[in-house]
T-cell receptor
Framework: KQEVTQIPAALSVPEGENLVLNCSFT??????LQWFRQDPGKGLTSLLL?????REQTSGRLNASLDKSSGRSTLYIAASQPGDSATYLC???????????FGAGTILRVKS | DAGVIQSPRHEVTEMGQEVTLRCKPI?????LFWYRQTMMRGLELLIY????????DSGMPEDRFSAKMPNASFSTLKIQPSEPRDSAVYFC??????????????FGPGTRLTVL
């Protein structure tokens, strides 16, 4: 059974810092991995999607990497801003079927 | 496109009542997913459809839960009878066709359900 773990569970940093969020999964048979952002009381916003054949994806100040063989992904946020404060979730899509398995998320707070 | 549309956004009901949640997918997406989010269990997939056909309902907690997708533009998730432990945020998500090399899921704003 695929399990997804995110570390740390919560993170508080001063504005301007670069930071890394970690995601690990137990079964490397994945189709892709997706990072989401969730603001309090809101739905999920897709940030980046990495196909299993890719190593990384970039969007603005965000960079996500994927090491499928070791079951790890990282989300790098450069020059963090208070507006980045949210919960960040990673999810893996299983190789067979359409299911996404989610981690519990990392709650990020960027202090001004 | 308006994105995934869910209604109602908030629902407060009493134990034993029937609850119906609704979802309109993004046009052209033929995969639709119902998730439930709670503090204790995080995000859980309840059921998903491909081309209006239920593919995997192993996440549906009990027979009290049922989901339908009568056509490509509408889906419902029904709870009958509702119980306080069903209180959660229910999300609908839709995605590009299965097998597409770009298989991203897009989430609706969710329905916050409170069962008293």
């Amino acid at each position: 059974k695929q399990e997804v773990t995110q570390i740390p569970a919560a993170l508080s940093v001063p504005e301007g810092e670069n930071l890394v969020l970690n995601c690990s999964f137990t079964d490397s048979a994945i189709y892709n991995l997706q990072w989401f952002r969730q603001d309090p009381g809101k739905g999920l916003t897709s940030l980046l999607l990495i196909q299993s054949s890719q190593r990384e994806q970039t969007s603005g100040r965000l960079n996500a990497s994927l090491d499928k063989s070791s079951g790890r992904s990282t989300l790098y946020i450069a020059a963090s801003q208070p507006g980045d404060s949210a919960t960040y979730l990673c999810a893996v899509r299983l190789e067979y079927g359409n299911k996404l398995v989610f981690g519990a998320g990392t709650i990020l707070r960027v202090k001004s | 496109d308006a994105g995934v549309i869910q209604s109602p956004r908030h629902e407060v009901t009493e134990m034993g009542q029937e609850v119906t949640l609704r979802c309109k997918p993004i046009s052209g997406h033929n995969s639709l997913f119902w998730y439930r989010q709670t503090m204790m269990r995080g995000l859980e997939l309840l059921i998903y459809f491909n081309n209006n056909v239920p593919i995997d309902d192993s996440g549906m907690p009990e027979d009290r839960f049922s989901a339908k997708m009568p056509n490509a533009s509408f889906s419902t998730l029904k709870i009958q009878p509702s119980e306080p432990r069903d209180s959660a945020v229910y999300f609908c998500a839709t995605g590009h066709p299965t097998g597409s090399s770009y298989n991203e899921q897009f989430f609706g704003p969710g329905t916050r359900l409170t069962v008293l």
